[in-house]
């Protein structure tokens, strides 16, 4: 891969994941796009990929041997629009598999443990598995896999994806996603020494650092095919974490954190239809994933540097 173009390029992954990618293979190979004004130092556009014409145009123009698409209405705001999460979700991936079909180039599709339900495994829910989400959003997951196989094996195309666990970033603002509270919560440690919960405080769902998130998007691109038996929707994952686990962390660097519980009934139903600890043997085996922040690793990262993104004076420390 030398040249990359990114949708969906302002929210939580994109944020992070172009930035990335400009300091591996440099500014001008990757193009930032989203459907909202990007800042951004290197090149960019805006683009709506329901607009099928503009975004050939755009890959055609830059020629990126790689689309990584990003665009997606998450879990709790899905369920908001139903029928609205269904037209962007699938309808921007049908355009993505199309744009990239035609120009020969590879697609990264990022699919979550939202594409599992209550009737898959939970703990560990294994790479190959039963799939019946019950929220809008993991449905257009499942069928957006299923839509990925069948571009493989119908086109050769080259797609390939994770199956994300939730994702805790402090450089972007959480996206309407049901493990919002693992980024919310540091936020509230932080400028209030207090947070309130929308989830219960035992509630276990697999998490990653967004450092790890990126670095897997990349890996999984320049994996060679050879060693790829499945190429879409691996499991990955780095820690299972609850409320009450997070928020002992976050007291051994704020010792003063409350925290209480105000239950969303909505994103607690869909946080008890998800997996509780991801089997990722299959993307450790087949090319190498690894992940490199622990709990602790973690905690501490997004203290310091959200410390400095939000202007206090005092950057917490052990």
Not at 133 to 152: F, H, Q
């Amino acid at each position: 891969m030398t040249r990359a173009l990114v949708t969906g390029a302002a929210g939580q992954l994109g944020s992070e994941l172009v930035p990335a990618l400009r300091a591996r293979y440099g500014e001008q190979a990757v193009l930032a796009t989203d459907i909202r004004e990007i800042s951004t130092s290197g090149p960019s556009a805006r683009l709506d990929c329901t607009d099928r014409k503009a975004f050939a145009r755009l890959v055609d123009e830059h020629r990126p041997d790689v689309v990584f698409h990003l665009v997606a209405l998450l879990s709790a705001k899905g369920e908001e629009n139903p029928q609205r999460a269904w037209q962007i979700n699938m309808g921007c991936l049908e355009s993505a598999l199309e744009v990239a079909r035609q120009a020969g180039c590879a697609l990264f599709v990022p699919s979550s443990i939202a594409a599992f339900g209550p009737s898959t495994p939970p703990d560990p829910t294994p790479q190959d598995t039963l799939q019946r989400p019950t929220s809008i959003y993991g449905v257009t997951k499942v069928a957006g896999e299923l839509l990925c196989d069948y571009y493989a094996q119908r086109y050769g195309l080259d797609v390939r994806g994770v199956r994300y666990p939730g994702l805790i970033s402090w450089a972007a603002e959480p996206g309407g996603g049901t493990t919002d509270y693992a980024v919310d919560i540091f936020y509230g440690a932080l400028q209030d020494d207090r947070y309130t919960c929308f989830l219960s405080a035992d509630t276990q769902l697999d998490m990653m650092y967004m450092p790890d998130a990126v670095r897997a998007a990349i890996e999984l691109m320049a994996a060679p095919a050879t060693h790829l038996e499945h190429r879409n929707a691996f499991n990955v994952t780095a820690m299972q974490l609850t409320p009450e686990l997070l928020t002992t962390e976050i007291r051994r660097h704020r010792p003063g954190f409350e925290i209480d519980y105000r239950i969303d009934p909505v994103r607690q139903a869909i946080a008890d239809s998800w997996p509780r600890r991801l089997d990722d043997s299959a993307a450790r085996r087949q090319w190498g994933w690894q992940h490199r922040y622990d709990l602790a690793a973690m905690t501490r990262d997004m203290l310091e540097n959200l410390s400095r993104k939000l202007g206090l004076a005092t950057v917490p420390s052990d």
